[in-house]
């Protein structure tokens, strides 16, 4: 089996299936396409996302945490706090621990969060050091948003780029490889202009202008997003490949490693729907944020990316 996230059809069969019992104060639980619960907590909501640092990638714990931050704000949410479980190897190094740290500290820090608890472990059945985060958050709840209130003929907009996350992470563990094949001065250039991976303020400004549903772009890139997007509207989408915003310079390190950038991790990357794309691409492109209509959504129940005189049907992630 695959690494990283389990498919779909395991999620639903082994996890979401035997959930038998609810709770009056959630409202909303576990279910393909929503990446936070909501409990009802009176005059507001409370919102909670998990993610985990999968072994083997040094920057995982901070992408941890911002993921699961953009998930908060892509349901209108103002993120909060957040909890870590650090499951650390029989054999750990204490330098390792405090790196693990130091990473989700500077993504609390960059998110304006606080790291608030959590609970770490020394277990002989650990491979790796693994870190697991529960972000909550809060939200008025007239600012809630959900994938479930867009409806067909929607404009679909991508803010910032995609795979921006695979580029970090090709910079930070694989730059010797990527000298060998591109000069160190473009190199060097790529990595002062890897920044901005929360989605807060785009969230905010899209909530301003007429969003009525958003989506973070994360570790099964575009392609997994937009087919989430589908799944949790209920709608169809036709979206332009080549409007998809992607670097230059991804294009080419993805290339070198033999990755897809669509298919790649792309947090930092939000896809927003709304009745007017382009009044709200001019809101956030004023305010400095990079932001193109990809597509809208259909009432059919294709998923289509079209590339020129091509038309690809999205799989099932």
């Avoid at 290339?255 to 790649?264: D, I």
Wanted: aromatic share 4%.
């Amino acid at each position: 089996m695959r690494k990283g996230k389990i498919s779909e059809a395991i999620l639903k069969r082994s996890v979401i299936k035997l959930i038998d019992y609810k709770n009056e104060h959630v409202i909303v639980g576990a279910r393909v396409g929503q990446d936070c619960s909501v409990m009802d907590a009176d005059d507001r909501y409370i919102l909670t996302s998990t993610e985990c640092a999968l072994a083997g990638t040094r920057l995982g714990p901070y992408y941890a945490v911002v993921r699961a931050v953009n998930n908060i704000a892509a349901c209108g949410g103002e993120p909060v706090s957040v909890s870590a479980a650090f499951i650390l190897k029989e054999d750990f190094d204490e330098r390792n621990l405090k790196e693990l740290t130091r990473l989700v500290v500077s993504a609390c820090r960059e998110c304006g969060i606080q790291l608030a608890g959590g609970h770490t472990e020394i277990t002989s059945n650990a491979v790796n050091d693994m870190v697991s985060v529960t972000v909550t958050g809060l939200c008025d709840k007239e600012r809630y948003r959900s994938l479930a209130a867009v409806k067909p003929g929607m404009d679909i907009i991508a803010t910032k780029w995609i795979a921006m996350e695979q580029t970090a992470i090709l910079l930070d563990e694989r730059r010797q490889e990527l000298l060998e094949k591109l000069p160190e001065s473009y190199v060097a250039g790529v990595a002062k202009d890897i920044r901005g991976t929360d989605v807060i303020t785009e969230a905010r400004i899209a909530m301003e202008h007429g969003a009525v549903g958003m989506h973070d772009v994360a570790e099964g890139g575009i392609f997994a997003a937009l087919w989430e997007l589908s799944q949790g509207s209920g709608c169809g989408l036709s979206v332009n490949l080549r409007d998809i915003p992607v670097k230059q310079e991804t294009i080419e390190f993805c290339e070198v490693f033999g990755l897809n950038p669509y298919q790649t991790p792309s947090t930092g990357c939000l896809l927003i729907v709304a009745d007017n794309g382009a009044l709200l691409v001019e809101a956030l492109t004023q305010q400095g944020i990079n932001a193109v209509v990809i597509g809208r959504t259909t009432s059919d129940n294709d998923k289509k990316v079209i590339n020129g005189d091509e038309i690809r049907f999205l799989d099932k992630p």
